[in-house]
């Protein structure tokens, strides 16, 4: 199992110079990805709070996302992650949100993404989307990789934003 504290340190440190704060919606990373950033000490300076958005009814409960927000988009997609990310940041105020959908496996998901597949999005002061196909089966493998992307993802946008 990777070292949680050693994929967020970097991230932490950022933040936590910078002032700025974080907030994250995460899907078929189960919760990693919250679990690495709150790994650190001191992070209630620079962690605002993260939901597991993993069915309609937790889109619809704890990130507001209704079926009208959903028109011509579905989930386990870059836009899917990119609205995931712009309301979990809006809720909580975070002057950073990273978003993750996808699936994680054995079997892919019902939108016809093989298991493997996953989407992140970032929305700050710099944005950016991306997908990754792993092509592997192995839900706990998949969940590690798709965290361990995810917080690339971030990392490498908080550093472009100077």
Known sequence: MPDLSSMAASIAEMLKARGETVAV?????GGLISAALVSIPGASNYFLGGAVSYTQ??????IKITDQDMEGMRASTEPYARLNAQR????LGATW????TGASGPTGNRYGDSAGH??????GPVERSVTLE???ADREGNMWVFTKAALELLESCIKESG
Request: glycine content about 10%; overall charge negative.
């Open 57 to 62: 009814a937790s889109r619809e409960g704890l």
């Open 134 to 136: 792993t092509g592997d």
């Open 25 to 29: 919606c995460e899907s078929s990373c």
């Open 97 to 100: 949100a990273l978003s993750e």
């Open 118 to 123: 996953a989407c992140f999005a970032v929305v």
């Open 88 to 91: 979990i940041r809006g809720h």
